[in-house]
Structure formats: C-alpha cells, structure tokens
C-alpha cells in the first residue's frame, strides 16, 4: 500500500531563504511524482511533474527532484518570496491508473 | 477559460438533506475524478470515471453517487447528508495513460465546500 509521508510539516522563514521540502513514497514502482501548491481556501495548482524515467524538474525558482529506488522527492524553492507562502503537496499515482495518493502538505509561511 | 470547473463553490445545508456538486472539464481528458480534503486537509480520491466508466471507487457510503453523463463531466450527489460529510470536495481530470507524450498530470478544479449543519 502506497503511503506518502511530508517532511516538514511547517515552516516559517524569512524572505530570500533557499528552502527544501521534502516527499517521501514507501512504493518505488512509481509513473510519477507531482507537486501541487494549495492556496488557503483555494484549489492545487500543480506546480512540477517528474515522470520515473527523469530525474528532476525546473520551473523558474522551482526544482524537483526524483529519486525512485530511494522513494524520496525534494522541492527546491530559491529566493523564497512572501508570494511562495501556500501549502505544498506530493502526490504519486498508486494502483494503475492515475489514483493519486497525497501527502499530508508542507505548510510554508514566508515573511518580509 | 476555466480547466475543470465546479458549482457550486459554496454549500451550506442541513443534515438528511441531498445535495449534489457538478463538475466541468475542457481539456478533452477521458478521466475524471472526486478528490475528498477533510477538516485535517487531507486529501483523499473517492471515484474516478474513465470514458463515462467507473474505474476506482474508494470504500465510499453508497450514499454518494457519481454520475458521468459524457467524458467532459462527473457530476456527484450525496444522499441524507451526515455532519461528517463536511469538506471541501475537488474534482479532476487527467489523460489516462502515460507515455506517448502523455505525462498523466492531474489538474483540480477550485473546490466545493460542502457544509452540514
């Protein structure tokens, strides 16, 4: 059974910060990864998706990062802005078709 | 030109009452969902269609039934709502497969906050 675990659960930095978030999967035999940003009260807006013969993922300040055999995804944010400050979700396809299971969120705060 | 588009946005009903949610797509996928974000904000996949077909159906209360009238829309209602069916409900849709150019990346729509009081 495919369980996704985000690490942190929160975080608070200032402005500027290069920030890493992180996703980890306990099945390897994965299509892909997406990231998804969720604004308060909104809906996802997916952000990156890495398919499993890639390795990583680049848009603008965003960069993902895949790593199957060890079951572990990185979100690199540079030049963190107050605008960034959203939750951010994985998700990876589990029990063919796109059955897409989530991690619980990173929720960042990025102040002035 | 909204993707995947859902009404209503806001629901506020009593308990035992039924209600339904509509979705749109415009991306021509042949796959829809019905995503569920409880008060915890997790989020969690109830149904999907495929070409008008139920694929996926998570151990739901039969008291919730997807309607697919065409692959552009999936529709869900909810008989004699429970307080506990409180939550944001988010559809989607995706190109089933992957390879062949397609990624199978999912797109949302914005959310239909259901509330039972």
């Known amino acids: 059974k495919q369980e996704v675990t985000q690490i942190p659960a929160a975080l608070s930095v200032p402005e500027g910060e290069n920030l890493v978030l992180n996703c980890s999967f306990t099945d390897s035999a994965i299509y892909n990864l997406q990231w998804f940003r969720q604004d308060p009260g909104k809906g996802l807006t997916s952000l990156l998706l890495?398919?499993?013969?890639?390795r990583e993922q680049t848009s603008g300040r965003l960069n993902a990062s895949l790593d199957k055999s060890s079951g572990r995804s990185t979100l690199y944010i540079a030049a963190s802005q107050p605008g960034d400050s959203a939750t951010y979700l994985c998700a990876v396809p589990s029990g063919g078709y796109n059955k897409l299971i989530f991690g619980a969120g990173t929720r960042l705060a990025v102040h002035p | 030109d909204t993707a995947v588009s859902q009404t209503p946005k806001y629901l506020v009903t009593q308990m035992g009452n039924d209600k339904s949610i509509k979705c749109e797509q415009n991306?021509?996928?042949?796959?829809m969902y019905w995503y569920k974000q409880d008060s915890k904000k997790f989020l969690k996949i109830m149904f999907s269609y495929n070409n008008k077909e139920l694929i996926i159906n998570e151990t739901v209360p039969n008291r919730f039934s997807p309607k697919s009238p065409d692959k552009a829309h999936l529709n869900l209602h909810i008989n004699s709502l429970e307080l506990g069916d409180s939550a944001v409900y988010f559809c989607?849709?995706?190109?089933?497969?992957w390879g062949q150019g397609n990624t199978g990346e999912l797109f949302f729509g914005e959310g239909s906050r259901l509330t039972v009081l």
């Open positions: 991306l021509g996928h042949d796959t």
């Open positions: 989607a849709s995706s190109q089933e497969g």
């Open positions: 890495i398919q499993s013969s890639q």
